[in-house]
């Protein structure tokens, strides 16, 4: 029933009305950064059919745990997931969570390299990524400060990703 | 690169707000860097052609743009923005770059076994990062 209800409800119902749902509180909007966007589409799903007070009930948690997962301040804990796996909310979302031990080698010189990049300023990351890539801006073949000044002159709105950001 | 990881690239890749009037002064952009498209694809992105494509690959004088509308586990633009972080990388430029844990996102929504390291890479970019947030 449960699942029926919330299949339906993230099917049927558009974000920009699941909002009404949810007791009047904001879900993730002036999100403070701390849980994973997956996290709050997570959440978002969960209240999509239910009310927080409903939902709360269903993972045995206080309301209060509810609201605060909304408001980014916290992201859904391990045993929250599971609880969640257990009592089949979390496929019935469109979500899995597999979990399982892998050996894990650390590798000391990529650890090393990592740290050395980290403490780096973007400014001092980007200007070695073209060092690295040697004479390709200065016969201006690749010249990303110039992409990104056009981009910047005309207010368009982005988000880098891919290659540069990563 | 922005963000910590050591990759190679030689395309500056962007998911852009798809309203209509962003998609214009992004085409100005593009314009003004004598951008063109591959085959005989025109370059204008209006219209709804380009929310069509995955991927929307444009040269131009100063390098490969790659314009992703909505990257893979993903919701676009609006999705990623939450997390985004305005990085000053020089020349007076501070531009939005995705947070590193959502391009781990994107990069294991993939689902590309060629990807294993890169995902492993930016998984340790993240602890990095976070520590640092924390002053450890």
Known sequence: MVERKLQSATRLVPASERRLLNDGA??????????????????ERLTAGLSQAELAERVRLPRQQIVRWEGDVVEPGLSTLRRLLRRRLLRACGFDLPLSLVPYKPDPEREAQLERIQRQTPQERLAGLLERLGGLMAERRFDPYAILAALERERVTYVLIGGLAV | VIEGSYELTRSVDLTPSMRPENLRRLEDALLSLNARRGGAKPLSLEGGDLAAEPVAAVGSDYGEIKIVPTPAGTRGYDDLRRAARREPVGQGLRVPVASPGDLVRMLSALDREDDALKIETMRRVVELDRGVELGL
């Not at chain 1, 993730?28 to 994973?36: H, K, L, N, W, Y």
């Open chain 1, 26 to 43: 904001s879900l993730t909007e002036g999100a403070r950064g701390c849980g994973a966007a997956g996290d709050r589409r997570l959440v």
